[in-house]
């Protein structure tokens, strides 16, 4: 036997070794594809806001690809639609990992998406990267969290809705879509309230079902009880609703200077099909913004707004927060592969852990123990072209928390 024959069958043997033990193969030495999975809903409700995010996910790998892969190797993206399906978000996690053999998914919007697909993880030990902002109380070894928890947006966000800057509120309208994000948000923001000295009389909670679009009663609603009182909206409303119930404050007449509406799922891609104008001065509170100056940003903006032309995408040409998560996540992803020499999930999960990256929003974001990011905050007020100028910023990097001290910590957790 020469020496290349015997080196190929060390190389077999190692590679029949891998697949036999690992959910995924360790990195061979042929320099083979890595498979990763794109889970994001590309039709119904959600398809607003996620189209986007599997674009940037398409985007970011065709960069690092050209750039010479993840440790030379190429990554292949395998792209599913989930359909705003909760319950199909796990049948196709479990087909990526399962049939496909992904690496890693990157995907989900909403909360109860994200739920469904984690007991798919946790029995196929997969990986999965979330890019968008959440409630918290949460931490489990399966899923990396990019997007905010609630002390890197609801917290902050509320505490300038009450300063001068603010505007002073006294009343707090919480309105949002009927599930766990938005349910479990508000807990946390009249925990938060409570601490503040804030009655539950000047606390509203309102919720509408997925897809809803007529809030005419409840915008009529949330002027009543603002009614000589300084008031705001916080909004966790999602996807396509946020554009009828936006239509409808201007409709309604009401301005950001008569009640300030902070929306935290609402970003640039979606302000782009909205009519901004009755809007300016209305607030966002996130990670990032398109707005944000540094050279950082400028390649990022340019990337995408050049990738959207290329391909001849129907996405608006502007980049967002949960865009900038998920653009974060592939590279974190990458750069542990890369240190843990596999794409065995213990060993990249392990590698991750202290993985830095230099983000588009000018910060060196960290990965915590806890899976988290350690990232700014910012605060944002609409402008008439559709952009934010930031009006507050954290005085640097904000640690994600696991665990919300103004609820009660889970007895499983």
């Known amino acids: 036997m020469d020496r290349r024959t015997a080196l190929k069958t060390v190389g077999a043997s190692v590679a029949a070794a891998a697949a036999s033990s690992l959910p995924f193969p360790a990195i061979a030495a042929k320099k083979a594809p890595i498979k990763v999975g794109i889970l994001h809903s590309l039709s119904g409700t959600m398809a607003i806001s996620e189209t986007a995010l599997k674009d940037v996910d398409l985007m970011t790998i065709a960069q690092i690809n050209a750039a010479g892969g993840v440790?030379?190797?190429?990554?292949?993206?395998?792209?599913?639609?989930?359909?705003?399906?909760?319950?199909?978000?796990?049948?196709?996690?479990?087909?990526?990992?399962?049939?496909?053999?992904?690496?890693?998914?990157?995907?989900?919007?909403?909360?109860?998406?994200?739920?469904?697909?984690?007991?798919?993880l946790d029995e196929l030990n997969g990986l999965l990267f979330y890019p968008v902002q959440f409630e918290g109380q949460e931490q489990n070894p399966h899923v990396v969290y990019t997007g905010a928890a609630p002390n890197q947006q609801a917290i902050p966000a509320t505490a300038y809705l009450m300063s001068q800057d603010g505007g002073g509120a006294k009343r707090f309208f919480l309105l949002g879509t009927d599930y766990v994000y938005p349910r479990t948000t508000n807990a946390i923001l009249r925990g938060y309230l409570h601490a503040k000295g804030v009655k539950d009389a000047d606390i509203r909670e309102v919720y509408t079902p997925f897809g809803f679009s007529n809030y005419q009663n409840i915008v009529a609603d949330i002027k009543k009880f603002a009614a000589g009182v300084p008031t705001c909206v916080i909004s966790t409303i999602n996807g396509d609703s946020n554009v009828p119930f936006y239509k409808e404050l201007g409709n309604q007449g009401i301005k950001a200077t008569d009640i300030p509406v902070v929306g935290f799922s609402?970003?640039?891609?979606?302000?782009?099909?909205?009519?901004?104008?009755?809007?300016?001065?209305?607030?966002?509170?996130?990670?990032?913004?398109?707005?944000?100056?540094?050279?950082?940003?400028?390649?990022?903006?340019?990337?995408w707004k050049d990738y959207v032309k290329a391909k001849g995408l129907k996405d608006y040409a502007v980049t967002d927060d949960p865009m900038e998560a998920s653009y974060i996540g592939i590279h974190l992803w990458k750069q542990a592969v890369e240190k843990a020499g596999s794409t065995h999930v213990d060993a990249v999960r392990k590698a991750l852990?202290?993985?830095?990256?230099?983000?588009?929003?000018?910060?060196?974001?960290?990965?915590?123990?806890?899976?988290?990011?350690?990232?700014?905050?910012?605060?944002g007020q609409l402008r008439g072209d559709g952009q934010f100028d930031v009006v507050w910023k954290s005085a640097g990097l904000v640690p994600g928390e696991s665990w919300s001290r103004y609820i009660p910590k889970p007895k499983n957790a």
């Not at 690496?103 to 469904?116: E, L, N, P, Q, Y």
């Not at 009519?275 to 903006?301: C, H, M």
């Not at 230099?358 to 905050?377: I, M, R, T």
């Open 266 to 303: 609402v970003a640039e891609q979606e302000i782009a099909g909205m009519d901004a104008k009755p809007l300016i001065g209305q607030l966002t509170a996130w990670n990032y913004f398109e707005s944000l100056k540094g050279p950082n940003n400028a390649r990022f903006v340019k990337a």
């Open 353 to 379: 852990v202290g993985q830095k990256f230099s983000a588009p929003s000018g910060h060196v974001v960290e990965l915590l123990p806890n899976q988290y990011l350690s990232k700014p905050v910012y605060i």
């Open 71 to 120: 440790g030379g190797h190429m990554i292949e993206p395998v792209v599913v639609d989930p359909a705003s399906n909760w319950p199909l978000f796990a049948e196709k996690a479990r087909q990526l990992i399962a049939q496909d053999k992904v690496a890693a998914i990157f995907g989900c919007w909403t909360s109860v998406s994200r739920k469904s697909v984690l007991p798919v």
